[in-house]
């Protein structure tokens, strides 16, 4: 064999290895921008059928004073995953209802209603299904998802009812999708198509677009202070702190992109541009994050700063105002 005829041969091998391998890693149905035909279509329905079974084992309705709601168990210790609105307070005794209808006791946590994202626990001995919680930052515009809850109330005759869609829009403090929500869905999961709790039903429409669910962010940024403190409303955040900035979230932290004249902010020489990182020592990844820390401390107290500047760190006190009587621009803490 000719040298040249050695040299094209042994070129073939690879590229004919690397067309297996592309091969082998062609994007799924559901992963794909839009379905590309029929096949998809199938495989997105069997993808759905697959792992809506386990999925569906955690989904509770959560039943209180004759209103109910939806949730999801999140932890072998009973952990709820809801609405704030459903919730409505910290510490009120509720009744929830598992698939099979078996009710257990549980008692509402804290939340946040920025985010609209609250916690109960279930206060009964016993071994509860779980879904998993999806990492920070994994679900995204365009990603398959679907809507379990108990619209109308908890109905065993009925069942779980499942709702396909997509994420078309998702903000620091909501998804949106077209996953049809009802009355009674609220605080049930938005699973993606791993079977894993990206969201929790917010707001709902009558428009099929207008579907709003509280990001797993929200959970996972405030897990602690979800577990253990009051539930932030507006009227406890109007009584709280007031820095006075304006945050966009950006992969190093906070970016402030606006400072309040005569604010906290101000007075402590914060400026646009400056990246806040860290309050009091807890890191800050998301508005609502920097939101809490700021209204749960008085105003007249003081906290630490740490933020970047050009690159370089740097911390102040800054002690905290009042909250002034205007309608604040979102971001405003």
């Known amino acids: 064999m000719s040298n040249y005829w050695?040299?094209?041969?042994?070129?073939?091998?690879?590229?004919?290895?690397?067309?297996?391998c592309l091969k082998a890693e062609e994007l799924k149905a559901w992963e794909k921008p839009f379905p590309e035909n029929q096949e998809d279509l199938l495989a997105i329905q069997e993808r759905l059928r697959k792992i809506l079974p386990e999925a569906k084992k955690a989904v509770v309705a959560i039943e209180s004073g004759g209103g109910a709601?939806?949730?999801?168990?999140?932890?072998?210790?009973?952990?709820?995953?809801?609405?704030?609105?459903?919730?409505?307070?910290?510490?009120?005794?509720?009744?929830?209802?598992?698939?099979?209808?078996?009710?257990?006791?549980?008692?509402?946590?804290?939340?946040?209603?920025?985010?609209?994202?609250?916690?109960?626990?279930?206060?009964?001995?016993?071994?509860?299904?779980?879904?998993?919680?999806?990492?920070?930052?994994?679900?995204?515009?365009?990603?398959?998802?679907?809507?379990?809850?108990?619209?109308?109330?908890?109905?065993?005759?009925?069942?779980?009812?499942?709702?396909?869609?997509?994420?078309?829009?998702?903000?620091?403090?909501?998804?949106?999708t077209d996953s049809r929500l009802l009355g009674g869905d609220s605080g049930g999961p938005l699973f993606d198509f791993n079977g894993r709790v990206i969201g929790i039903h917010s707001r709902i429409s009558?428009?099929?677009?207008?579907?709003?669910?509280?990001?797993?962010?929200?959970?996972?940024?405030?897990?602690k202070s979800f577990r253990e403190e009051d539930l932030l409303t507006q009227?406890?955040?109007k009584e709280g702190g007031f820095l006075g900035v304006g945050c966009k979230e950006t992969e190093k932290g906070l970016k402030v992109i606006e400072v309040v004249e005569d604010s906290a902010a101000k007075k402590a020489?914060?400026?646009?541009?400056?990246?806040?990182?860290?309050?009091?020592?807890?890191?800050?990844?998301?508005?609502?994050?920097?939101?809490i820390a700021i209204a749960t401390t008085g105003p007249g107290e003081s906290v630490i700063i740490d933020y970047l500047r050009d690159e370089k760190e740097m911390t102040a006190k800054v002690k905290l105002g009042k909250r002034p009587d205007f309608e604040e621009k979102e971001g405003d803490e």
Do not use: Y
């Open 206 to 223: 009558k428009k099929d677009d207008q579907n709003f669910h509280a990001p797993i962010e929200a959970f996972h940024a405030n897990w």
């Open 69 to 176: 709601g939806s949730g999801v168990i999140v932890s072998e210790d009973g952990m709820i995953l809801t609405a704030a609105h459903v919730i409505g307070k910290r510490g009120k005794r509720v009744k929830v209802r598992l698939p099979d209808g078996k009710q257990v006791n549980a008692i509402t946590l804290g939340g946040s209603e920025i985010s609209d994202a609250g916690m109960a626990e279930i206060t009964d001995e016993g071994d509860w299904p779980v879904a998993p919680m999806a990492e920070r930052g994994s679900s995204k515009i365009g990603d398959w998802c679907f809507a379990l809850g108990h619209p109308g109330g908890f109905d065993k005759e009925r069942g779980i009812i499942v709702r396909l869609g997509r994420i078309i829009a998702k903000e620091d403090e909501t998804i949106q």
């Open 6 to 20: 050695q040299i094209t041969f042994l070129a073939v091998i690879p590229l004919a290895a690397l067309s297996l």
């Open 235 to 237: 009227r406890s955040l």
């Open 269 to 291: 020489r914060l400026r646009e541009g400056d990246i806040i990182v860290k309050v009091n020592g807890d890191v800050i990844d998301t508005r609502e994050e920097l939101t």
